[in-house]
């Protein structure tokens, strides 16, 4: 059983599309966690035009942000496998199975993703050339080569993803960060979904520069001390 465990917070603009190419590669006895941090756009009547019994909301009612919100999706999935996802990016249609194939032999796959303009429209370049990605747990530690929606796991990652610890602004440097220690993964060159790129993105190649090196230092420090406590 797949669990997608998608965030979401006035998402209408883009959200049909990203659901239309996620449906399409699920089985019936898969499942859209869907936990929504108090949207009061068009997103749930989008989400019930679907009528779609895979599709599960959640809403996100404690701590309100990206953080907390992805944490309440993962909290409630269900599945053997586990799929990050944003609420504006498309599914390239075999993301899903490159994905599935991946972790028949290992326990975490992080794939690449093709960068797309607010129109979708392709900036012919992809993540990991951008970011000039190498896998390991150090590499990501000091200049985070992943994101997040393309990162998918096994279940018995949860045991040790959850809970995040209270002071993280980014999930997917600590889901990474805990992947690496304690767990064995692969690294996908495939662009497996156009990632939509605009200043509301949530990830730390979005939002680093506005912090100083003092700050961003002091915070790989926390996500180290916190990652190593899990051992």
């Given at each position: 059983?797949?669990?997608?465990?998608?965030?979401?917070y006035?998402?209408?603009?883009?959200?049909?599309?990203?659901?239309?190419?996620?449906?399409?590669?699920?089985?019936?006895n898969?499942?859209?966690?869907?936990s929504?941090?108090?949207?009061?756009?068009?997103?749930?009547?989008?989400?019930?035009s679907?009528k779609?019994?895979?599709?599960?909301?959640y809403?996100?009612?404690?701590?309100?942000g990206?953080v907390?919100n992805?944490?309440?999706?993962?909290?409630?999935a269900l599945g053997?496998?586990l799929?990050l996802c944003d609420?504006?990016d498309?599914?390239?249609?075999?993301?899903?199975?490159?994905?599935?194939?991946?972790?028949q032999s290992?326990d975490f796959?992080?794939?690449?993703?093709?960068?797309?303009?607010?129109?979708?429209?392709?900036?012919?370049?992809?993540y990991?050339?951008?970011?000039k990605?190498?896998?390991?747990?150090f590499?990501?530690?000091?200049?985070?080569?992943?994101?997040?929606?393309?990162?998918?796991?096994?279940?018995?990652?949860l045991?040790?993803?959850?809970?995040f610890?209270?002071s993280?602004?980014w999930?997917?440097?600590w889901?990474a960060?805990?992947?690496h220690?304690?767990?064995?993964g692969?690294l996908?060159?495939?662009?497996?979904?156009?990632?939509?790129?605009?200043?509301?993105n949530?990830?730390?190649t979005?939002?680093q520069?506005?912090?100083s090196?003092?700050?961003?230092?002091?915070y790989?420090?926390?996500?180290?001390?916190?990652?190593?406590?899990?051992?």
């Open positions: 059983m797949i669990s997608v465990c998608l965030a979401t006035n998402g209408a603009k883009y959200l049909k599309e990203q659901l239309d190419s996620i449906l399409i590669q699920l089985s019936v898969d499942e859209i966690i869907i929504d941090d108090g949207s009061s756009d068009a997103t749930f009547e989008i989400i019930a679907y779609d019994s895979r599709i599960k909301v809403h996100n009612q404690n701590h309100h990206v907390p992805f944490e309440n999706a993962l909290k409630h053997d496998y799929f609420q504006d498309i599914w390239c249609s075999d993301k899903v199975d490159k994905c599935i194939k991946s972790l290992k796959v992080v794939h690449n993703a093709l960068i797309v303009n607010t129109k979708g429209e392709s900036t012919n370049t992809d990991f050339t951008l970011r990605t190498k896998y390991g747990y590499p990501n530690l000091w200049k985070m080569g992943y994101l997040g929606c393309c990162m998918a796991f096994r279940r018995k990652c045991k040790d993803i959850l809970p610890p209270k993280i602004l999930h997917d440097m889901i960060a805990i992947l220690l304690k767990y064995k692969i996908l060159s495939d662009n497996l979904i156009h990632y939509r790129r605009h200043d509301t949530a990830s730390p979005t939002q520069s506005h912090y090196w003092g700050f961003r230092f002091n790989r420090f926390y996500i180290f001390y916190h990652s190593l406590l899990k051992f």
